[in-house]
């Protein structure tokens, strides 16, 4: 079964400095890999995706993830927070069938 | 593009009463939505799988008789929580896949509606 585990439930910050969420995941097969953002009262937002082609992802908003199946690692990076960066992210894994699979999310708080 | 809507953004009924959630994608045809839930403070749990023309597919655990899904078209998806109890309140997201253009399982997702069940 394809899982994801999001390593840590909350991540706080000060403004500028870099941002990192790390996930993991489990699957039989080469995943597909997401990572979304969810704004209070908003909805999710797709940051970035991996599809197997480029290990390093670039997304939206500065942010990156690197996939390596060495490490059954995503771990979400961002060289400088910004404090509209403050939300509630999810590492997410295509099950198969186009379903998705949701971590528990990592709430980001940044200080100013 | 690939805006997803949900009407409404909240609502507020009695319980034993029956609530209606439509899902729209706005700019794009999906033959596949999904809807979800999710509790305070928790993550997605996906209900139930809604493919354009046949029956729903629902993940164990879920009452397809509880949470009717309808999707009569390639841009719209319905929702009807029957017989609300007051353990349904909860906030509820659709998702819908692109019919052509995605070579991934990229779902674009609604804003959610928020229920209470008083």
């Known amino acids: 079964a394809q899982s994801v585990t999001q390593l840590d439930s909350h991540v706080s910050v000060s403004e500028g400095t870099p941002v990192l969420l790390r996930c993991n995941y489990s699957s039989s097969y080469s995943p597909s890999l997401f990572w979304y953002v969810q704004h209070p009262n908003k909805g999710l937002q797709l940051l970035l995706k991996y599809t197997s082609a480029a290990t390093l992802v670039k997304g939206i908003n500065g942010f990156e993830a690197e996939f390596k199946k060495s490490e059954t690692s995503f771990h979400l990076t961002k060289p400088s927070a910004h404090m509209s960066d403050a939300a509630e992210y999810f590492c997410?894994?295509?099950?198969?069938?186009?379903?998705?699979?949701f971590g528990a999310g990592t709430t980001v708080t940044v200080r100013a | 593009g690939a805006v997803v809507s949900q009407h409404p953004s909240w609502v507020i009924c009695k319980s034993g009463t029956s609530v209606k959630i439509e899902c729209r994608s706005l700019d794009f045809q999906a033959t596949t939505m999904f809807w979800y839930r999710q509790f305070p403070k928790q993550s997605l749990m996906l209900m139930a799988t809604?493919?354009?023309?046949?029956?729903?597919?629902?993940e164990q655990g879920v009452e397809k008789d509880k949470f009717l899904i309808n999707h009569a078209s390639l841009t719209l998806s319905t929702l009807t929580v029957t017989s609300a109890h007051p353990e349904d309140s909860s906030f509820y997201i659709c998702s819908a896949r692109r019919l052509a253009g995605e070579i991934t399982d990229t779902q674009y997702f609604g804003p959610g509606t928020r229920l209470t069940v008083l």
């Open positions: 809604s493919n354009e023309g046949s029956k729903a597919t629902y």
């Open positions: 997410v894994v295509s099950k198969g069938d186009y379903k998705l699979s």
